[in-house]
């Protein structure tokens, strides 16, 4: 599975956009880009993800680069319960990859009053 | 409900000792994983069982056995536990493979080894 960097830290204001940068230079046609985060002392929580359009669900929007090498997760308004560790994953998905999700560092997001 | 269950939440236990983490999911899933999360705060997989099968084994010492009665539980049984197994251990579950909403993780049991 291709390699993601993303930001250590970030912070942001209560009520505004959070724009979450991830690269992956390296991704494959085949390879999916993920969104996972984790609140403290929680389990990660499946946020969203792409293969090349962008998408929109109830949580967050994901914009994929047209080269495909890079992805901005975007949440919308930000609260304070969106403070957590939020991971960029990409993988491969077939019927083959059974499930190895590999989390990297990720980008600790500090929503402030 | 919660759909993916771990007991204990937390579990402090001496230097070779034996102990079991139980995970169940009610989601109606075929896969399940263990992931250990370590004091730097990476989540690396373990294993991975579909519809009671191992399917993945990330060179884990022979001293982790999952064990899976059912599609449903995952339980994960350690021997001889040492300090560097201390850590917070994930259970996860998903459907079959494919680009389908995602995985989703139990609340985690943090294993102190003293």
């Known amino acids: 599975d291709a390699k993601t960097t993303q930001p250590p830290s970030m912070d942001c204001a209560e009520g505004r956009a959070a724009n979450l940068p991830c690269n992956h230079s390296t991704i494959s046609g085949n390879e999916y880009v993920y969104w996972y985060r984790q609140i403290h002392s929680q389990g990660p929580q499946y946020i969203i993800h792409?293969?090349?359009n962008n998408e929109t669900n109830e949580m967050a929007s994901l914009i994929i680069t047209e080269d495909r090498k890079s992805s901005t997760l975007i949440l919308p308004h930000a609260t304070l319960r969106d403070t957590a560790v939020y991971y960029c994953?990409?993988?491969?998905?077939?019927?083959?990859?059974?499930?190895?999700?590999?989390f990297g560092a990720g980008t600790q997001v500090v929503v402030t009053p | 409900d919660t759909a993916v269950s771990q007991t204990p939440k937390y579990l402090v236990t001496q230097m070779g000792n034996d102990k079991s983490i139980k995970c169940e999911q009610n989601l109606g899933h075929d896969t399940m994983y263990w992931y250990k999360q370590d004091s730097k705060k990476f989540l690396k997989i373990m294993f991975s069982y579909n519809n009671k099968e191992l399917i993945i084994n990330e060179t884990v010492p022979n001293r982790f056995s999952p064990k899976s009665p059912d599609k449903a539980h995952l339980n994960l049984h350690i021997n001889s536990l040492e300090l560097g197994d201390s850590a917070v251990y994930f259970c996860?579950?998903?459907?079959?493979?494919?680009?389908?909403?995602?995985?989703?993780f139990g609340s985690g049991t943090r294993l102190t080894v003293v």
């Open positions: 996860a579950s998903s459907q079959i493979p494919g680009p389908n909403y995602g995985y989703t």
């Open positions: 792409g293969l090349k």
């Open positions: 994953i990409v993988r491969v998905m077939t019927t083959d990859s059974w499930g190895k999700l590999q």
